[in-house]
């Protein structure tokens, strides 16, 4: 790459951020490829005209940013990264965890995307795609109806839905953010299947709303997933009313008997038409 052309020194008074920003800017407008090495310190020193100082603290900026990495040895250098999904969708899962975000918002955001996805995936997924979420959706059932259901499993197979639903969009974006939310999020969606009332209507209507996708029913699918968020909001209340009531019941119910299925009792198992 020609730096001449592309970068000019540093402003003063600013100089690593001004370093990093363009640094940065051509990483991104792909002037600089991943796997492509930067010009050594003393060549940034040179051609931003400014210290080593200000070069490694520019560098230690994009590293944080995950844009670049260091590497030691014959072959040492800064060299640009390829941003991976994965870790973006983490690190905004740790952003919302971090500041503490209602379920409710979460809740609500994946309702309304979820209506967006489900209308993009009737019209742009292919009848393989809409056979694998109901292979899918009936996997999770025969799993959900086994004489002893695993709820981590369940949990699990219930993200992977959650993910293939997206991708089913053809819009990378909805996949991306969908990544993020099961990720930082999903213990939420676990929650459903911890008791048999919220598992048999959750995994019923997993099934159901995927033969509505197949079918190309959107009115019924938007129903269908109004249903599944009523249900996370009833299951969300219903742990947090619980959850003190337990622990003062603790000591005075069977020792034996574990809180989850003290907490069954109580709300009873009683399903929905």
């Not at 060549?43 to 260091?70: H, M, S, W, Y």
């Not at 099961?182 to 995927?210: I, K, M």
């Not at 337990?246 to 809180?259: M, R, S």
Request: proline share 3%; glycine share 6%; hydrophobic share 40%.
């Amino acid at each position: 790459m020609n730096n001449a052309q592309l970068f000019i020194p540093a402003r003063a008074g600013r100089a690593s951020e001004d370093v990093a920003l363009q640094l940065e800017a051509a990483i991104i407008n792909g002037k600089v490829l991943p796997g492509e090495s930067l010009s050594s310190e003393r060549e940034l020193q040179t051609l931003f005209k400014t210290g080593r100082g200000v070069i490694r603290e520019a560098i230690k900026v994009l590293r944080q940013k995950g844009l670049v990495e260091v590497r030691k040895g014959a072959k040492g250098g800064t060299y640009v990264k390829q941003l991976d999904v994965a870790n973006v969708s983490e690190s905004l899962a740790l952003f919302l965890r971090q500041n503490k975000v209602a379920p409710e918002h979460v809740i609500t955001f994946r309702e309304s995307t979820d209506q967006t996805i489900a209308a993009l995936a009737i019209v742009n997924a292919s009848k393989e795609d809409k056979q694998a979420l109901l292979d899918g959706a009936q996997a999770l059932a025969e799993q959900a109806h086994g004489p002893e259901p695993d709820q981590h499993l369940l949990g699990e197979m219930d993200r992977e839905l959650n993910i293939r639903f997206a991708k089913m969009s053809y819009n990378p974006v909805f996949e991306w953010i969908m990544g993020a939310i099961q990720l930082g999020f999903s213990s939420e969606d676990y929650a459903l299947y911890a008791h048999q009332q919220f598992r048999e209507q959750t995994v019923r209507n997993w099934q159901n709303t995927a033969k509505a996708i197949a079918d190309g029913d959107l009115f019924k699918c938007h129903a269908l997933i109004g249903r599944h968020y009523l249900l996370l909001r009833e299951c969300v209340e219903a742990a947090e009313q619980q959850a003190p009531l337990l622990t003062e019941q603790l000591g005075t119910t069977d020792k034996n008997e574990q809180p989850a299925t003290r907490l069954q009792k109580e709300q009873g198992t009683t399903n929905d038409p």
